[in-house]
């Protein structure tokens, strides 16, 4: 789905290589927030390398039109940290952006769809209202509905745990390995700086990024 | 040295002259993706906010600016000679004021909110995290800005000529007397195609070049939500200074 090979980039990767495969779990530990940002739009192409290559399902990005860029983004699943919702929308416009914006479905089945989501991971706050004020747990959660709703191939997390209760967690981690096994194929890739994160989470593969690398953990 | 300097600041404007040129450019070339409904969301409200909100209080300021102008001109020329009066009205009014008063306006409105709203998004990465989900910022944040913006300040100067030249004729009949039909006959061999031209292609310029401004200024703010001060202030005043520069430059092309 998503593979670095050799990839550098100025004082922050140097020749580092990585796989994420088909199906699989990977998680990858970051040692600054910066370095977990930077490697998120790299995976997104927001960021290109240096030199080196990225494949994004399959395709190496230096070769994608910005079109086809985008088409690959649509089959990632990017639930960020704080939610990465928008300030001007409201929290329902906010799930449906992205599948209003690429789908031709019609507005009777996208609010289905939208609030079969939210009941599948316990979303039950109001949607019509601004995100600004929702505490960071929620924005997460409208993030993570808004990322199903696409019904990625790749969903990438980023420190999704982060602030919340073995509770809280707990059932996160419930919705997303459901989601995982929801669509065959699909692949789950955890960036995160928490240590912990390997205790509760079964990774497929796990790495750590170290002074430009990425190394391997048992 | 003074001499590098100089040249550095003329590449830094032409730079930053083709950078608002290609904002436009593209604008038009994503025009097509107004079919695609969150992007028409944007569109309507750009247009609910830059032109239908405004639009009481541009109708009022077009009174009250007509009411000025025909007692100005009424007191300089005399009370009897209602068809000059009525071409002098559509001079200033059609010719000037209409543009450049609505330009004021949208700059004054929604100049500093695209900027600062844009510059908010930038800041806080919600640009980036449209960016992820696969959608273009161009077509889904910046095209209906321009395009609505544009649109409002063609709609505003149009409201404000009308109300201008309905406000003066109402005056100078309940006021002095004036007939009706002297206005009317005055007005009606003044409002030329040069006239009505010269109006529209100066609304639509300045409505395109203040939208490219702002949203340009808007998407340079980067890192910290403190430098979004600074952009508005940046896209009001070269909003300003472009809208009068071209203004001159259409005048002059018109009516030379």
Sequence with gaps: MITLECASLKGFLDCASLAVSKGRVCAILTETEFEKNLLLRIFTGL???????????????????????????????????????????????????????????????MDEKMISILGKIGYDDD???LPGPLPAYKKRLAGFARAMLMEPDLVIYDSVFEGLSPDIRSKVLETITAFQRQKEGRASLFLDMDEGLLDYIRADSAYTLKKGKFYERN | MKTKRITENILDTILYLSGLFNIILNAFKNLPSLRISPVRTVFFRQIYFAGIETLGKMVIIGLLIGIVIISQITSLIGVGRGELIGKILIWVVIRELGPLFAAIVVIARSVTAISAELGSMNAQGEIASIEMMGIDPERYLIMPRIIALTLSAVMLTFYFELAAILGGIIVTSLFWGIPFEQHTTGILTSLTIPELSASLVKSLLFGLVISAVSCSQGLKVSGSITKIPQATTKATMQSLFFVFIFDGMITLIFFL
């Design chain 1, 127 to 129: 949607i019509a209202v």
């Design chain 1, 47 to 109: 960021t290109r390398l240096d030199s080196g290559k990225i494949f994004i399902f399959g395709k190496e990005v230096s070769f994608f039109s910005y079109s086809e860029l985008n088409a690959a983004r649509k089959k990632m699943g990017i639930v960020l940290n704080n939610g990465g919702l928008i300030s001007n929308l409201k929290v329902w416009e906010n799930i449906m952006l992205p599948l209003s914006y690429h789908s031709s479905l019609s507005h009777h089945d």
